[in-house]
């Protein structure tokens, strides 16, 4: 179920441009083999292949590095999907108008420990954000610290979310 709600002091709209909701088994083949997983526990890497994006937005790596090219998929996604536009001219793409994008990379979870004692330990959630590009200005001006300042905000109501609904600290990690 999906829904939206304008519940709020502010006045405006809100509005989804699209839903998207699992879309079957992942199909595509990396050294061999399928993920065999659903499609959406696939990286971004395989979602923008399988939605027909460009090599260039995917494929950056050629071949040899697909967890970079996971965590670099969604900035190329959107630079490729708002080129063109008046805010990010120097991009070839298809002018769509994006406002805002944020992406989730989701391997945060338990990993083995490699000491003595055994067990799992939390890996926890990373924030990423760049403010040394262009002039540290966002094409449409503002300062690219506002990424910096989003990325403190989500990463501090995601940590207590979590923390709250699961009963156990989550770790929030460097930024």
């Known amino acids: 179920m999906v829904a939206l709600s304008n519940q709020s002091k502010e006045q405006g709209v809100v509005c989804a441009d699209a839903v998207r909701f699992g879309e079957g088994t992942g199909t595509i083949v990396r050294e061999g083999k399928t993920s065999g997983l659903p499609r959406y526990l696939e990286g971004a890497r395989y979602s923008m292949q399988w939605a027909g994006m460009p090599y260039e937005v995917y494929g950056g790596r050629q071949g040899s590095d697909d967890y970079a ?44 420990k490699k000491r003595s004692a055994g067990g799992y330990e939390l890996i926890g959630t990373l924030g990423i954000y760049m403010t040394e590009f262009n002039n540290g200005k966002l094409n449409a001006g503002t300062s690219r610290y506002a990424s910096r300042d989003l990325t403190d905000l989500v990463l501090t109501q995601l940590t207590g979310d979590i923390t709250t609904t699961s009963g156990h600290p989550w770790i929030r990690r460097s930024m």
């Open 69 to 112: 090219d996971d965590i670099n998929t969604r900035s190329r996604a959107v630079n490729y999907l708002s080129g063109g536009l008046p805010f990010n001219p120097a991009e070839k793409g298809l002018g769509v108008p994006i406002e805002m994008s944020l992406g989730f990379h989701t391997d945060a979870g338990y990993i083995s």
